[in-house]
């Protein structure tokens, strides 16, 4: 999978821009505030149709202007697919082969990207909801029917939030409300969990033999999903799923209602990392949770070449100044897995010659880009 070119038109400090890729590796060199990392969010909310850095879409829309449009061409399984994704106040128009999508879900998908920035490396300290961020995220990419009942999901949930929060007012006619509303919640939510279970021990297999070889076999990692329900056990049948949260809702609806609030559900969710049966986040080292961090994101990569038979676009914010050689050069050993590869960087003083050697090299200023060699 293949980024050959991107145009931007209003996104963030770019009027418009036009540039053609190598099938390798690119740099994107300048000082800091420049445009660097907007060109790459650029491309990772071509593929994903979110940004990772902003929930607000109109972040993204350039200074006193209606909208903004990313347009690519991608290269996969020996076609080009031309992507376009307009934003605007009124929200997301996207198409994939200038055939319009009605819903994102039929969009995502088409490319997909693996992001990795500074703030990846908080991926094991960091809070339960950055981790689910990234399951959810991985998922939409590799099953896009996945976003669409993650949506359902979280519309239900509110509503019986809102229920809960005003059931003393109406607790007469709200009784059979708010069943109707936990049946529907615990289907989607089974759903979910089936789902993010199944990424998860896939994941897990990748991440414990990456982790290995990173730390010369002294390691050895785990990555397990925890569920906020306590009998809803690795690798659960649905079913049981269903039972278990029927059973949970039912013991905790009193407390619910007193709290106004949905107490557990995907939402509550979390990772849970552990190094020679260690928790990690409790008990690591800073540079335990880093090489954890980056094993996760090496088997993402691997995981998605798995799921569809090819590897994912990689995305490098500034994260190379942040590893130590150790972690650098596993990170830089991608690259010679055919994985194209974009890089921002203040300075290539720190890159490996063997890298730059096959690099197209871009330099920025002020919104404006300038390709060096390619």
Not at 31 to 58: C, F, M, P
Not at 162 to 177: E, M, R, V
């Amino acid at each position: 999978m293949k980024l050959e070119s991107i145009e931007l038109t209003n996104y963030r400090n770019y009027s418009h821009l036009s540039l053609s890729f190598s099938d390798s590796v690119n740099v994107f060199l300048g000082e800091n505030a420049q445009g660097k990392t907007n060109l790459l969010e650029a491309i990772y909310v071509l593929s994903i149709a979110k940004s990772s850095r902003t929930a607000h879409d109109k972040d993204l829309i350039k200074w006193d202007e209606e909208y903004g449009k990313i347009k690519g061409r991608i290269a996969r399984r020996g076609d080009t697919v031309p992507m376009e994704l307009v934003i605007s106040k009124k929200g997301k128009k996207a198409k994939a082969n200038h055939l319009e999508k009605r819903r994102l879900s039929e969009y995502v998908g088409i490319c997909n990207v693996v992001m990795f920035a500074p703030e990846d490396l908080s991926l094991v300290k960091g809070s339960p909801a950055v981790r689910r961020r990234f399951i959810d995220m991985e998922i939409g990419q590799i099953a896009p029917v996945y976003i669409h009942v993650l949506g359902e999901y979280q519309k239900v949930l509110q509503q019986r939030n809102a229920l809960l929060k005003d059931f003393s007012h109406h607790a007469a006619s709200s009784g059979a409300l708010l069943d109707i509303l936990t049946e529907k919640l615990i289907d989607l939510a089974s759903e979910i969990v089936v789902r993010r279970q199944a990424f998860v021990s896939e994941l897990n297999e990748w991440a414990t033999g990456i982790h290995s070889e990173i730390s010369h076999g002294r390691e050895r990692l785990s990555v397990a999903y925890q569920s906020s329900v306590r009998d809803v056990l690795e690798n659960c049948e649905r079913s049981k799923i269903v039972k278990a949260y029927e059973k949970t809702y039912e013991r905790l609806k009193k407390r619910e209602i007193e709290r106004g609030l949905t107490l557990i559900g995907p939402h509550r969710d979390d990772l849970q990392f552990r190094i020679n049966d260690r928790d990690v986040q409790t008990f690591g080292s800073q540079g335990q949770q880093r090489t954890a961090a980056l094993s996760v994101k090496l088997a993402e990569i691997e995981l998605i070449r798995h799921e569809v038979g090819e590897y994912p676009l990689l995305l490098l914010d500034d994260v190379l100044s942040e590893l130590d050689d150790i972690r650098k050069t596993h990170l830089l050993g991608v690259f010679k897995q055919k994985v194209q590869t974009f890089v921002t960087t203040t300075s290539i003083a720190g890159l490996d010659r063997s890298l730059l050697d096959r690099a197209a090299l871009f330099q920025i200023r002020q919104g404006k880009v300038e390709s060096l060699k390619g």
